[in-house]
């Protein structure tokens, strides 16, 4: 499920999201500058490659290198959501990488939405475990949603982004129910589609609404309309500000709010790499290693709820191999 939502009236640079999933675990890692890399994709693909140009703050539920979502030190964010329909092109002239590290490549490699368009353009995603779509902002308030349906990769940005909110409708599908006064969708839709809808309309008006002006209160503006489009299964909810360059978290065990700031972390290519549990009552970064990775993977792929959910059938070599891979990487240039 999820929901992100883009609020940028004058000076006011807020991305808000809602991780919905029957899943509490996640971690903060730190990523350096100067990281050759390399995509995690199987033959006959061929593996994107890329140099990390920015340092960034990603959060992940599944270990590092394969981001929920993150800010980066030019103050780019990516976000994603569930999009069931979502199909990738199968053109394999192009580099592939996976879904979440799609988030990965773009974050380390642009300073803004056009950007990331563009370098999006250039690879394609391949052997995807989920099926997602993107937000996509940066700090001079430019914002895209970016689907793949049909194999086809679509970008809603200034004009064809009325709305800057996504939940887990198809972009043009939302827009088109949010101006059904008669809200005939709500009788044919499923009960996971309905609620998509409902919380998509329901963010619209919250980006209809004026945003106070103190910074104290638009923060508190923001954690109210993600609290609006709450749902029972939201595992935590993040408040990026692209003005300050701050990233706010809360989690359903620990609700109040905390803050890590951008200018606090050491993105050097010679910095340790380090992480932070979300689900602490402290903001308490700890150093990254490949055992506390493989203890995060495990955790998540071995989940029963989400094994049911998704059809994983993940061996005990898969997760090691997928919890080294970040090691993997050569030394920082």
């Known amino acids: 499920m999820s929901t992100a939502i883009y609020f940028n009236p004058e000076r006011t640079r807020l991305l808000g999201k809602n991780q919905d999933v029957p899943y509490k675990g996640a971690y903060i890692f730190t990523n350096k500058r100067g990281v050759a890399k390399s995509a995690l ?56 990488v996976g879904e979440l590290q799609w988030i990965q490549l773009l974050l380390d490699t642009c300073a803004s939405v056009k950007e990331a368009e563009q370098v999006a353009y250039g690879v394609r995603i391949a052997q995807p475990m989920a099926r997602l779509h993107y937000m996509i902002a940066d700090r001079s308030g430019d914002c895209a949603i970016i689907e793949f349906l049909d194999g086809v990769m679509y970008v809603y940005r200034g004009n064809s982004l009325p709305f800057s909110i996504m939940t887990n409708t198809p972009y043009t ?56 489009v709450r749902r029972e299964d939201t595992a935590y909810s993040l408040i990026y500000d692209l003005e300050q360059m701050q990233l706010h978290f809360a989690t359903s065990i620990y609700p109040d709010l905390k803050t890590v700031r951008m200018g606090e972390v050491n993105f050097s290519s010679d910095a340790a790499p380090l ?59």
Not at 53 to 58: A, V
Not at 78 to 88: A, D, G, H, K
Not at 177 to 185: N, P
């Open 41 to 96: 994709v199987q033959p006959p693909a061929i593996p994107a490659k890329w140099i990390s140009r920015y340092g960034s703050l990603t959060i992940s539920q599944v270990g590092k290198e394969m981001p929920n979502g993150g800010i980066n030190e030019e103050g780019l964010v990516i976000e994603q959501t569930t999009l069931w329909q979502s199909t990738y092109t199968d053109d394999n002239r192009l580099p592939a």
């Open 173 to 228: 599908e939302a827009l088109k129910d949010l101006e059904d006064k008669e809200e005939r969708w709500h009788k044919s839709y499923s009960d996971y589609d309905r609620n998509s809808m409902d919380r998509f309309i329901k963010g619209a008006t919250r980006l209809a609404d004026v945003i106070p002006v103190s910074e104290r209160e638009r923060l508190q503006f923001i954690q109210d309309s993600l609290e609006f």
């Open 275 to 333: 992480a932070l549990n979300l689900q602490q009552p402290d903001v308490d970064y700890i150093n990254y290693n490949v055992d506390l990775n493989r203890r995060i993977a495990e955790a998540f792929f071995r989940n029963p709820v989400l094994t049911e959910a998704f059809g994983w059938n993940i061996t005990d070599d898969m997760i090691d191999f997928f919890a080294s891979f970040p090691d993997k990487f050569p030394e920082s240039l």
